[in-house]
C-alpha cells in the first residue's frame, strides 16, 4: 500500500499554520476584552477548547499549558519520526508498519487542522458583535449554573457598564432578561425561613449601574435604568414574600446615597418600594384555636420585625433627602399613593408612630446591632465630630413627618391623625420619651424656620393655623408622660448590690474574652524593641440611664450589668486581636478551596514550628483542610466580613500579649478603682447628677445630659499585642463568589516561609 504526497501536504499545512496564522490570531487573543473594558473577558476565553489550560507538575517544576499549544508541540515533535529511519519492530512488515510515520504526520495534523478551525471561530466570537457575544456568554452562564469561580457574571457586568457608557441599545434586551432570571432563579431556590443574600458580583452591578447612570445621560437604556434604580431586581418581582437581608438593605443604602440627589431615580425607587410594603410585606391576621389562642404568633412577630426594619430604612432615607435638601422629592413621596381614599404605606399615620420612631433615633445607645450612623452614612458625616447629625436628620424627618399629619384631611370617622400618642407601660420607656421631648422641640423649631422647605411641601398655612396648637401639643405630652412616670424616683442614690454586680460580671465576661486567644499567645520572654509593632485594646466609657443602677424603679435591667463589658469583648477584643494578624501580615495569597493545601505545603515544606492561626473558618474550609488539623489554632472574631482567613507563621512569630498598668494620674483623675490585677481591669460608675462629679459632668453637652439622670460607666485596661519587627506571616485568603477579593495567584506565585 502506498501513501504518496502526505510529509508534502501536511508539513505544508503546518507551516501555514504555525508560521502565518498563529502569530496573526495570538495578536488578536491578546486584544480581547479591550473594546468592551472588559478585565474577565480573557479568564473567559482561556477556558475555551482548545484554548483551554492543562496543568502538569514534575517534580519540583509545575505549570500549565493550553490544548492547541500542546498539540502544536506535538506535530513538531511528530516531525522527528520522519527524520529517524528506524526499522520495524518484531519484524513487522506491511503498509501500515513502514509508513506509520506519515500517517502520525497525518493523523496530529489532521487533529491540528480541525482545532485551529475551532480555534479560529472562538477567536472571531470573542472579537465580534457585542450582541452575539453576549448572548454567547449569558447562554453560558446559564449552563454552568453558575459556579463560584465563574467569571461569567463578572463579564455579563462589564457588558452592563459597557452598553451604558456607549447607549448601546441593542445590548439592553439581552441584560434584562439575563438579570431577570439570574435574581428570579436565585429566590425561587431560596430557603423562606433565612433572609436573602444574592451574590456579591450581583450587589454590586446594581450599585454601578446606579453610580453611572447618575452621572450619564441615558436616552436609550431607560429599562435598564428603571430596573436598577428602582431596585426592581433586589427586592424582587414575584411577589414573593421573602425576608430582606442585612447584606441587601446595606447595598439598597449605597444606592440610595449614590442616586439622592437625582428626583427622578428616587420616584422611580419609591413606588417600587410602596408597592412592595402592600404585595411583598403584607400584615399576617392572628389565627385561633379552639380555646381562641394565637397559633401563628411566630410569623406575627417574625413580619412585625421585618417591618420595623423596612421601615426604619425608609425613615433614615427621608432623613438624608431632608439633608440633602432635595425638597421637591419630599413631596412627591409625601404625596404618592396607590390607592383611593390615599393610603401612604411608607409614612406613619399616627403620631404614636412619629413619637416612637423619634425615641427610637435620637437615643444613642438604644439596642441595635450598629449604630445608625454606621448603618445609614451620609455624604460628609462619617467622621467623628459629625457623625451624629445623622442622628440629628433622621430626628428632624420625624418632626417634619409631625408636621405633615396636621395637613391630612379624614376621610373615615376613626381617623384622628393628631390625636396624643399612646403612651408606653415601662417607667425605662417613658423616661426615655421624656427625655426625647426637648429634643422634638428643637428639631421641629428648626423645621419651622425653614421658609423654603415649608413653601416648596405646601406647609405654609398648615402651619400658620396650627402654630399654637404644636406648643400645646408637645406640653400636654410632657404633662402626661411625667405624671405616668413618677420621675422622682430616679433620684435615689446607686444600688452597692448592683454596683458589685457590674464588677463582678465584667471581669467574667472581660476574662473569658480575653482566654479565648491564649492559644495564640506566644509564651516566650518579650524584650521590648524600639521597631515592635504594638497594636492597643482598650476599654470604653458610655453613658447609660441612671436607673439601671438604683432600686425599685419598676424596670427590670435584664443587663445593666453586662452590656458595657459585652460590647467591649465584641467590638474591641474580639474584633482587634484577629484583626490584628491583618496588619502584621508581611505578605497576602488569594487561593482556593481546591489548591489551599497545596499553597499550604509550598509554605511550610517540613518545618515543624509552625502554625495556622484560622480565622472564622467555615465547615467546608475545615473539611478541606482537614490534614493541617494538629497546626491549626482556630479562633473566632466578631468582624463578620473576616471569613475564612488563614495565618501561617512560625511559633516565635505568635503576637505578645501584655496587660499594662494605666497611668495614675488618669485613674486618680477619672476615679478608676481596680477591680482585677491579672488583667489590669478597672472601673467606674460615676452618678453625673451628684455635686462631686462636677468636672466630669462639665466635659459632656447639654444634649449629652438631657435631664442630667445620667451615670457615666466606665471599663478601662491597656491591652498590648506585641509583633516582632523581624516577623515573616503570610495571610492566606480563599475565594468566594460572595466577596470580592482579587485575581486569584498561582502555586508558582507562593515563596515558602524562610
Same mark, same amino acid.
Given at each position: 500500500m502506498a501513501f504518496s504526497n502526505i510529509v508534502e501536504i501536511c508539513v505544508a499545512?503546518?507551516?501555514?499554520? &504555525?508560521?502565518?496564522?498563529?502569530?496573526?490570531i495570538i495578536d488578536k487573543i491578546s486584544g480581547i476584552g479591550e473594546k468592551f473594558s472588559s478585565n474577565y473577558l480573557s479568564n473567559i476565553f482561556n477556558s475555551e477548547f482548545p484554548q483551554r489550560p492543562i496543568k502538569y507538575k514534575w517534580r519540583k517544576y509545575s505549570g500549565e499549558?493550553?490544548?492547541? =499549544?500542546?498539540?502544536?508541540?506535538?506535530t513538531i515533535i511528530s516531525f522527528l519520526l520522519l527524520i529517524f529511519d528506524a526499522e520495524p519492530w518484531f519484524g513487522w512488515d506491511n503498509g501500515f508498519i513502514n509508513n506509520s510515520a506519515n500517517l502520525i504526520v497525518l493523523l496530529i495534523t489532521i487533529v491540528l487542522t480541525v482545532c485551529f478551525f475551532q480555534w479560529l471561530d472562538i477567536v472571531v466570537k470573542y472579537n465580534? =458583535?457585542?450582541?452575539?457575544? &453576549?448572548?454567547?456568554?449569558t447562554t453560558r452562564y446559564h449552563a454552568s449554573e453558575a459556579t463560584q469561580d465563574d467569571y461569567n457574571l463578572k463579564t455579563i457586568n462589564e457588558f452592563a457598564i459597557y452598553a451604558i457608557n456607549q447607549q448601546d441599545e441593542h445590548l439592553q434586551e439581552t441584560l434584562l432578561e439575563f438579570y431577570y432570571l439570574a435574581f428570579s432563579n436565585i429566590r425561587q431556590k431560596h430557603d423562606r425561613t433565612k433572609p436573602l443574600v444574592y451574590p456579591y458580583d450581583l450587589y454590586e452591578i446594581v450599585y454601578r449601574l446606579c453610580y453611572k447612570l447618575v452621572d450619564t445621560d441615558n436616552k436609550n437604556l431607560l429599562a435598564l435604568e428603571h430596573r436598577a434604580v428602582s431596585a426592581t431586581w433586589l427586592l424582587g418581582e414575584d411577589f414573593e414574600e421573602i425576608e430582606i437581608s442585612e447584606e441587601t438593605y446595606e447595598w439598597l443604602w449605597r444606592i440610595m446615597y449614590a442616586i439622592s440627589d437625582k428626583e427622578k431615580f428616587i420616584r422611580m425607587y419609591w413606588s417600587t418600594a410602596h408597592q412592595y410594603t402592600d404585595m411583598q410585606m403584607p400584615y399576617i391576621m392572628a389565627e385561633h384555636n379552639d380555646k381562641f389562642e394565637i397559633i401563628n404568633q411566630v410569623a406575627i412577630d417574625k413580619r412585625q420585625r421585618e417591618k420595623k426594619r423596612y421601615f426604619e430604612f425608609h425613615f433614615a432615607l427621608g432623613g438624608l433627602l431632608l439633608y440633602r435638601e432635595q425638597y421637591s422629592t419630599l413631596k412627591y413621596i409625601f404625596t404618592y399613593t396607590q390607592s383611593q381614599p390615599p393610603?401612604?404605606?411608607?409614612?406613619p399615620e399616627s403620631m404614636t408612630q412619629i413619637f416612637a420612631w423619634f425615641e427610637s433615633f435620637s437615643n444613642e445607645f438604644k439596642s441595635r446591632r450598629e449604630p445608625l450612623d454606621r448603618r445609614y452614612s451620609f455624604p460628609e458625616l462619617d467622621n467623628l465630630g459629625t457623625r451624629r447629625q445623622v442622628n440629628f436628620w433622621m430626628c428632624s424627618y420625624m418632626t417634619l413627618l409631625f408636621v405633615r399629619l396636621y395637613s391630612l384631611n379624614q376621610h373615615y370617622t376613626y381617623q384622628n391623625f393628631t390625636a396624643q400618642p399612646n403612651l408606653p407601660d415601662s417607667i425605662a420607656e417613658l423616661r426615655d420619651w421624656l427625655q426625647a421631648v426637648p429634643f422634638f422641640e428643637s428639631c421641629l423649631k428648626r423645621i419651622l424656620e425653614n421658609e423654603k422647605l415649608l413653601k416648596i411641601l405646601g406647609f405654609e398655612k398648615v402651619v400658620e393655623e396650627h402654630q399654637a396648637d404644636f406648643s400645646k401639643y408637645i406640653e400636654d405630652l410632657k404633662a402626661r408622660l411625667i405624671e405616668k412616670s413618677g420621675t422622682q424616683k430616679l433620684n435615689a442614690a446607686l444600688s452597692a448590690e448592683k454596683l458589685q454586680k457590674f464588677k463582678d460580671s465584667s471581669i467574667a465576661i472581660i476574662k473569658e474574652a480575653f482566654s479565648k486567644y491564649e492559644s495564640i499567645k506566644n509564651l516566650g520572654e518579650?524584650? !521590648?524593641q524600639e521597631n515592635d509593632l504594638k497594636l492597643t485594646v482598650t476599654g470604653q466609657t458610655i453613658l447609660t440611664g441612671k436607673n439601671s443602677f438604683i432600686e425599685d424603679t419598676g424596670v427590670h435591667h435584664?443587663?445593666?450589668?453586662?452590656?458595657?463589658? !459585652? #460590647?467591649?469583648? #465584641?467590638?474591641?477584643i474580639r474584633k482587634y486581636i484577629p484583626n490584628s494578624f491583618?496588619?502584621? =501580615? #508581611?505578605?497576602?495569597?488569594?487561593?482556593?478551596? !481546591?489548591?489551599?493545601?497545596?499553597?499550604?505545603q509550598k509554605l511550610i515544606g517540613n518545618k515543624k514550628d509552625v502554625v495556622i492561626v484560622a480565622v472564622n473558618l467555615s465547615y467546608d474550609t475545615k473539611a478541606t483542610l482537614e490534614k493541617y488539623k494538629s497546626q491549626i489554632i482556630e479562633i473566632k472574631g466578631s468582624e463578620y466580613r473576616i471569613q475564612d482567613c488563614l495565618f501561617v507563621l512560625k511559633k516565635s512569630d505568635l503576637p505578645f500579649i501584655i496587660h499594662r498598668e494605666l497611668d495614675a494620674k488618669v485613674v486618680a483623675d477619672e476615679k478608676f478603682e481596680l477591680i482585677d490585677n491579672n488583667l489590669k481591669l478597672y472601673s467606674a460608675i460615676l452618678d453625673l447628677s451628684l455635686a462631686e462629679n462636677t468636672s466630669i459632668r462639665e466635659k459632656y453637652t447639654k444634649e449629652d445630659l438631657e435631664d442630667e439622670l445620667k451615670v457615666q460607666t466606665t471599663l478601662a485596661f491597656l491591652t498590648l499585642i506585641v509583633y516582632k519587627n523581624k516577623r515573616e506571616i503570610v495571610q492566606l485568603n480563599i475565594a468566594s463568589q460572595y466577596k470580592e477579593q482579587g485575581i486569584q495567584n498561582k502555586i508558582e506565585e507562593i515563596e515558602p516561609l524562610s
Open positions: 499545512i503546518d507551516i501555514a499554520i &504555525l508560521g502565518i496564522a498563529y502569530p496573526i499549558i493550553s490544548i492547541f =499549544k500542546l498539540i502544536l508541540y506535538c465580534g =458583535k457585542a450582541t452575539s457575544l &453576549l448572548q454567547y456568554l393610603r401612604y404605606a411608607l409614612l518579650y524584650t !521590648e435584664l443587663n445593666f450589668d453586662t452590656i458595657l463589658a !459585652e #460590647s467591649i469583648a #465584641s467590638h474591641s491583618l496588619v502584621a =501580615k #508581611s505578605r497576602r495569597y488569594l487561593l482556593n478551596q !481546591e489548591n489551599i493545601n497545596d499553597g499550604i
